[in-house]
């Protein structure tokens, strides 16, 4: 059982470029989400989606996309990379279950060291 | 909307001493989770509580605890008996209860940096 899973653990782009970080989790969770990490802000989401073929917009979505064809993966989308964009991103999964909020149903992955310069 | 509050950017404790971590939130969902979370150098986001808000008791996990205080919106973490792996950032968070798409989303607070010295 590998969990989430997120690739690739660090990169470094110039201004312009566009990339794609990739998650994937083997648990069969319905809700996915990005969040980035950055000094002194603690996390903030990006985007979230709550089953395949749906997303929408988190906190902080602009410069990113994400779609969801699949149970498994949700990859985040760097359009045109830009430095504020430098940050650590995690990717998140979580089980629905019953409806009833658990502790242990949110899984994080081991984060993505992004730097643009 | 939600809101997480953590007032001590860094806090310094003495090896085998217990410590407390200072989170509150604010919300308008009678219904709601809250979490602590320890994020060593390493960087991976690591699970060790939750508190539901209908939770009659204050969660506990081993040397962890919850001291859980609804009408004052506050939900400190207490570390007891402190080890030097314990030196790490330590984040609270909060989800509002399923009601709807994107509910099981976390607000995070900004963090603690806790040091454990010898």
């Known amino acids: 059982n590998a969990g989430v899973t997120q690739t690739p653990k660090f990169q470094v782009l110039k201004t312009g470029q566009s990339m794609t970080l990739q998650c994937a989790q083997d648990m069969n969770h319905e809700y996915m989400s990005w969040y980035r990490q950055d000094p002194g802000m603690g996390l903030r989401l990006i985007h979230y989606s709550v089953g395949a073929g749906i997303t929408d917009q988190g906190e902080v979505p602009n410069g990113y996309n994400v779609s969801r064809s699949t149970t498994e993966d949700f990859p985040l989308r760097l359009l045109s990379a830009a430095p504020s964009q430098t940050s650590v991103y995690f990717c998140?999964?979580?089980?629905?279950?019953?409806?009833?909020?658990?502790?242990?149903?949110?899984?994080f992955g081991e984060g993505s060291w992004l730097t643009v310069v | 909307a939600q809101k997480i509050t953590q007032t001590q950017p860094g806090m310094f404790v003495q090896e085998k001493e217990a410590v407390t971590l200072d989170c509150t939130y604010d919300t308008s969902d009678p219904s709601y989770g809250l979490f602590w979370y320890k994020q060593p150098s390493s960087g991976e986001m690591i699970f060790l509580i939750y508190?539901?808000?209908?939770?009659?008791q204050n969660a506990t996990e081993g040397r962890y605890s919850l001291n859980f205080q609804k009408a004052r919106k506050s939900a400190n973490l207490v570390i007891s008996a402190s080890q030097l792996g314990d030196s790490a950032m330590y984040f609270c968070a909060m989800r509002d209860a399923y009601s709807g798409a994107g509910s099981y989303q976390l607000t995070f607070g900004k963090g603690t940096k806790l040091s454990v010295i010898p």
């Open positions: 998140a999964s979580s089980y629905s279950g019953d409806g009833q909020i658990s502790g242990n149903t949110i899984y």
């Open positions: 508190q539901g808000s209908y939770d009659q």
